[in-house]
C-alpha cells in the first residue's frame, strides 16, 4: 500500500510560482508511475502532470503545458510539482496519486492511491 502526504500549496499572485511536493511511503513507490490531478470549486477533478516510475516519461495538460514541471525523486520517495506563471484559473485543490502500472494514464481510474489535497489560490 502507498499513502501519499502533500504539501507546498497556499496563496499565490498570479504570475507567481509555488512547487508541490507529494511524499509516498510504502516499497512500491519507485515503481509506480505518479500523477497530479486538481479540482476547482464545482469541477471534476482533472488531470494536470504524470511521470512514469522512473522518470523518463512525462505528460502534461494542454493547459499547464510550458509552466509546470514534474519530477519525482526515488530516493526520497518524494514526486514534485514545479508550477510558475501561475494563472488564477491555476486555483484548485492538487492531488497527488499513484498509478496502478509503472507507467500512467490521464484518467482518475488509472490510479490506485490518492493523497489528501493541497489548496492553491493565484488572486489577479
Known amino acids: 500500500q502507498v499513502q501519499l502526504v502533500e504539501s507546498g500549496g497556499g496563496l499565490v499572485q498570479a504570475g507567481g510560482s509555488l512547487r508541490l511536493s507529494c511524499a509516498a511511503s510504502g516499497r512500491t513507490f519507485s515503481s509506480v508511475g505518479m500523477g497530479w490531478f486538481r479540482q476547482a470549486p464545482g469541477k471534476e477533478r482533472e488531470f494536470v502532470s504524470a511521470i512514469s516510475y522512473s522518470g523518463g516519461i512525462t505528460n502534461y495538460a494542454d493547459a499547464v503545458k510550458g509552466r509546470f514541471t514534474i519530477s519525482r525523486d526515488n530516493a526520497k520517495i518524494t514526486v514534485y510539482l514545479q508550477m510558475n506563471s501561475l494563472k488564477p484559473e491555476d486555483t484548485a485543490v492538487y492531488y497527488c496519486?499513484?498509478?496502478?502500472?509503472?507507467?500512467?494514464?490521464?484518467?482518475?481510474?488509472?490510479?490506485?492511491?490518492w493523497g489528501q489535497g493541497t489548496q492553491v489560490t493565484v488572486s489577479s
Open positions: 496519486a499513484a498509478s496502478r502500472t509503472a507507467y500512467f494514464g490521464i484518467d482518475l481510474n488509472d490510479y490506485r492511491y
